[in-house]
């Protein structure tokens, strides 16, 4: 019998949520929310990397729901958001993951509410791509980008301990981009995950609970998104960015290395902060849920001022 998406008990199994819903795209591609906490709360909105799910962020959902509108949704083709509508590569680009944030936002946000929007890997990607749209600046209030890059990640990846140059990045661009199912989660498979995606004292829950997650994913959903993070390049958006941003980044990350993280920190019109996490790879919302806890919650009381009927209260 094969085991569910995620783990289902302790930390990191997701929580239930208060309310779920459907965003549809620009496309027509239909996403995954759903919605945890209270009405009238501050708004945090979390978007997923690469193979993950809504599930990745079980331990932030767990933490802010209990004071915050916690707002996460499936990246199309990953969790419960079916594959791009229009099948093949095409309903797969950094058009499309802006998109689907701004019908994210729009879905479940009042007009001229805001948001703290926190992404992870691709999820910061995300961030990147939309930030020059109107919708984007009508709902942000401000960013958390953790463990991402915006281009040139096949060529800065040390997955591969090899010397960087031409054959790594070839090499490392067939791994990543490779179409074979990753098969059930087994020793070996955790093993390899953990190498390639977590520091090496990450705790056996944490990384069955990413392993869990990522084996998940179809492997052509998989294999379109890698095609698009292959040829990234996202730094004019980096620069579009003008609204308060937080960088958080583990210095043992071996898919986007800290390099990328002290990058965008660099070229941030408005960087708010730049968190380097020893000990931690590049899922750093399971390997460092505290410290990413933390992250939101700072920026959502500096950003998001309180309703003034608690201010009077």
Same mark, same amino acid.
């Given at each position: 019998?094969?085991?569910?998406? #995620? ?5 990191? *199994? ?5 309310? +779920? ?26 978007? #997923? ?29 990953? &969790? ?32 001229? +509410?805001? *948001?703290?929007?926190? &992404? #992870? ?42 010397? *960087? &140059? ?13 179409? *074979? ?78 390099? #990328? ?14 968190? +380097? ?12 849920? +505290? ?23």
């Amino acid at each position: 019998m094969r085991r569910p998406a #995620h783990v289902t008990s302790g930390r990191y *199994a997701p929580p239930v949520a208060e309310r +779920e819903s459907i965003a549809v795209s620009a496309d027509g591609a239909r996403l995954h929310v759903e919605v945890h906490g209270r009405e009238g709360a501050p708004a945090v909105v979390l978007s #997923h990397g690469w193979t993950c799910s809504t599930a990745f962020w079980a331990a932030q959902i767990r933490e802010l729901a209990a004071d915050h509108r916690v707002i996460a949704y499936d990246q199309r083709g990953h &969790g419960r958001s079916p594959a791009a509508p229009a099948g093949g590569s095409a309903g797969y680009s950094t058009t499309a993951l802006a998109d689907d944030l701004v019908a994210v936002l729009k879905a479940t946000l009042a007009p001229g +509410e805001r *948001a703290v929007v926190a &992404g #992870h890997s691709m999820g910061g990607m995300t961030v990147m791509a939309a930030a020059g749209r109107p919708e984007f600046t009508e709902h942000a209030a401000a960013a958390l980008l953790c463990s991402t890059g915006s281009s040139r990640l096949v060529a800065e990846s040390t997955v591969l301990p090899l010397r *960087a &140059g031409r054959a790594r990045t070839r090499i490392t661009s067939a791994v990543v981009g490779s179409r *074979a199912p990753l098969g059930p989660v087994t020793p070996v498979t955790r093993a390899v995950l953990k190498y390639a995606t977590m520091a090496p004292g990450s705790a056996p829950e944490r990384v069955e609970a990413c392993a869990r997650i990522v084996h998940a994913c179809p492997p052509a959903v998989r294999h379109a998104w890698s095609r698009v993070l292959a040829g990234l390049d996202l730094d004019a958006g980096l620069a579009r960015l003008t609204l308060p941003t937080a960088v958080l980044a583990g210095r043992v990350d071996r898919l986007t290395p800290i390099t #990328h993280a002290r990058r965008i920190a660099a070229a941030l019109p408005r960087c708010v902060g730049l968190t +380097e996490i020893t000990g931690a790879g590049h899922m750093t919302p399971v390997e460092a849920p +505290e410290a990413v806890t933390a992250a939101i919650r700072e920026l959502t009381a500096v950003y998001l001022p309180a309703p003034e009927k608690e201010k009077t209260a």
